[in-house]
């Protein structure tokens, strides 16, 4: 089965053969640990000079990073959207809004580092921001627990959205996470109801949604913040409800498979948009955002902007309406094959093998409620006599609790 419009730009991206990719990947490698080497000399010998050789290799290992980054396969993209050099939620605030105002807290339990969210202007128009923080080392990461939000993060994202609607400001969203912190105290003070709430609230928010995935879009911590009326993508992102390594260790139980895995899950921009879930892809700089922070900070505050100004001039009705028909529209395939089997038509309908006119008769007829009096598929009463108010026999396992009641269904 194939989803609709995702077969004209499957394989899009990451065009390379495999065993080419991998020949460079190794290559690169290679230069790596000779550069790491002759530092290490250089640090224990300082009579040695040789910053010729490091600058040299240095200048190669760059070659071959554009080399990959031009074509990646879905696996390099994966590695280029987690590289700790692309920008920082703080960048493309700085670069996209002027007098921001970063907001704090859930009201509830506490602020969560992982989400920042804020007041800022937009060319001189009032917007709130949410987006995922990762930190630029080792310190910072473990404080914001390495873009990973917790209950409250959610919680306060959602709070910020209500604010915005209640302001009548457009709200940004800036995706880059490896997904929501999977530990034991984020389940006790409830993850996976703080998503839900956060997807519910975005779904009906009336003020516009721009959503933006900037690195690493993991599982429903990246999805909890990107319902937008329209979702970008840089082009070096990735968006998926899995991890390659967490699909190939479920799946195939062998965490080798990883590239199989990224090729499957179609987590690359290009299928995105194929598949209809990323509505523009934004060119990233030669080499990636990674090479050019500057650049692909600037590519993506443009595209946000030119967005916005329509948007916001759209009615609330119409814009929450649109947003509702975007993602019921998402997920839906077809099966070609059996389509040229049984195609619809004057002689029926492929899937009951009924004709048009037999089931042009059942839509004139009314129909019952479901559990109405009549109905032979149901008994109201639920003791299989249609006597209201009669009371069910219990069986021996269900205890020896009060009879009757109604039926759970």
């Given amino acids: 089965m194939n989803f609709e419009g995702g077969s004209s730009l499957a394989g899009a991206s990451g065009s390379r053969d495999e065993p080419e990719a ?3 990947e190794r290559a690169l490698g290679e230069v790596e640990r000779e550069i790491s080497q002759l530092k290490r ?4 010998n300082r009579e040695l ?14 070659s071959m990073r554009e080399e990959i980054a031009r074509d990646p396969t879905a696996w390099q993209t994966v590695l280029l959207a987690r590289d700790p ?3 920082k939620v703080k960048d493309y605030v700085a670069g996209l809004m002027s007098e921001f105002i970063e907001l704090h807290g859930d009201r509830r339990f506490r602020d969560d580092p992982a989400i920042v969210t804020g007041l800022g202007l937009v060319d001189g128009r009032p917007a709130a921001l949410i987006g995922h923080a990762k930190g630029r080392d080792t310190r910072e990461n473990i404080e914001r627990n390495f873009g990973s939000p917790h209950p409250e993060g959610y919680r306060k994202a959602t709070r910020i959205m209500r604010l915005a609607e209640k302001l009548r400001l457009p709200l940004i969203t800036l995706i880059d996470t490896q997904g929501a912190a999977p530990g034991k105290e984020a389940e006790e003070r409830g993850q996976s109801e703080a998503i839900a709430s956060t997807l519910l609230v975005m779904a009906r928010v009336r003020t516009p949604i721009v959503a933006v995935i900037t690195g690493e879009g993991g599982s429903g911590g990246a999805l909890a913040i990107g319902i937008g009326d329209v979702v970008l993508m840089l082009d070096k992102a990735v968006y998926s409800v899995i991890s390659p390594e967490g699909c190939a260790a479920i799946l195939w139980r062998d965490g080798s498979r990883t590239r199989a895995a990224a090729r499957a899950l179609r987590l690359t921009a290009h299928d995105l948009a194929g598949l209809g879930i990323v509505d523009e892809i934004i060119a990233e700089p ?4 990674q090479r050019h922070p500057d650049l692909a900070v600037a590519a993506v505050a443009a595209a946000v902007r030119r967005h916005l100004a329509v948007l916001v001039e759209r009615p609330l009705d119409e814009l929450v ?9 998402i997920g839906r395939f077809h099966d070609p094959g059996r389509a040229a089997e049984a195609p619809l038509g004057e002689h029926g309908d492929a899937r009951s093998g009924r004709t048009r006119k037999e089931e042009e008769g059942d839509a004139s007829e009314p129909r019952r409620p479901v559990g109405s009096r009549g109905d032979p598929g149901i008994d109201p009463a639920g003791d299989g006599g249609g006597h209201h108010g009669a009371r069910r026999r219990r069986s021996p396992r269900q205890g020896s609790d009060q009879e009757g009641g109604a039926d759970r269904g």
């Fill in 22 to 24: 991998e020949r460079l």
């Fill in 49 to 62: 000079d040789l910053a010729p050789q490091i600058a040299s290799l240095e200048s190669r290992a760059g």
């Fill in 85 to 87: 050099a692309r920008p």
């Fill in 321 to 329: 309406a649109a947003r509702y028909e975007k993602y019921r529209s």
């Fill in 41 to 44: 000399i250089t640090a224990a």
């Fill in 286 to 289: 030669a080499g990636g955002a």
